[in-house]
């Protein structure tokens, strides 16, 4: 079936470095990309998407960026605070608005 | 306030006792959905609803149930709960499919 790997599953960085999490998607008909944050004891909440008609995507100090063609998305994060710890989780989605998740990555931010 | 809400929060039941997780939403969202989180596994799709009347299966609706007769409301029923399902529930929903997914608090759900 569909499947979406994500890596690393954890991440330790310094304040102010970059972090960058990958994912790759198996259906070549997936259309849509989100990435959501997952802060503890809380519910997942986007903080960036990108359709596929779309190679990059940035807000602030996140990007997203998309290769169609190696069904590989990777999520960017510059100048990192100590507020950007927490899990991400990358997602894809076709035309039947079926969703399948990555296994999340847990990223720390150390001061 | 928008806001997605799930009852209840935390459960501890024993295997084969019905059990019904209600889920409410008040942004007048086309698209809900329920998820499960487990370590390691992340989160993994039930069941979705396009709108009113209109459900499909996720990736793991094994052991689940849906319905979805007003669009406020989205419930997750299992009929004859196991251990397996012991999980961290979430419902979301969205202005239509492929749009951002709006998530509720969670559901913890202990089956002993």
């Known amino acids: 079936g569909e499947n979406v790997e994500q890596h690393p599953s954890t991440l330790s960085v310094q304040e102010g470095d970059s972090a960058v999490i990958k994912c790759t998607y198996s259906?070549?008909?997936?259309?849509?990309f989100p990435w959501y944050k997952q802060e503890l004891g809380k519910g997942p909440q986007l903080i960036i998407d990108?359709?596929?008609?779309?190679g990059e995507k940035k807000d602030q100090r996140i990007a997203v960026t998309l290769n169609k063609t190696a069904k590989h998305f990777s999520l960017h994060i510059t100048e990192t605070q100590p507020e950007d710890s927490a899990v991400y989780f990358c997602?894809?989605?076709?035309?039947?608005?079926?969703?399948?998740f990555g296994t999340g990555t847990r990223l720390k931010v150390l001061a | 306030e928008a806001q997605v809400t799930q009852n209840p929060r935390y459960l501890i039941t024993v295997t084969g006792k019905k059990l019904t997780v209600t889920c409410s939403q008040n942004?007048?969202?086309?698209?809900m959905s329920w998820y499960r989180q487990d370590p390691g596994l992340g989160l993994r799709q039930i069941y979705y609803s396009m709108n009113v009347e209109v459900t499909d299966k996720g990736d793991v609706p094994e052991g689940y149930k849906v319905s979805r007769k007003e669009k406020r409301n989205f419930p997750l029923i299992l009929e004859s709960p196991s251990p397996n399902q012991t999980s961290l529930y979430f419902c979301?929903?969205?202005?239509?499919?492929?749009?951002?997914?709006?998530f509720g608090p969670g559901t913890r759900l202990t089956v002993t």
């Open positions: 979301a929903s969205s202005l239509r499919g492929g749009n951002e997914q709006y």
């Open positions: 259906d070549s008909a997936s259309n849509y």
């Open positions: 942004m007048n969202h086309e698209y």
């Open positions: 990108i359709r596929s008609n779309v």
């Open positions: 997602a894809a989605s076709s035309g039947t608005y079926k969703y399948i």
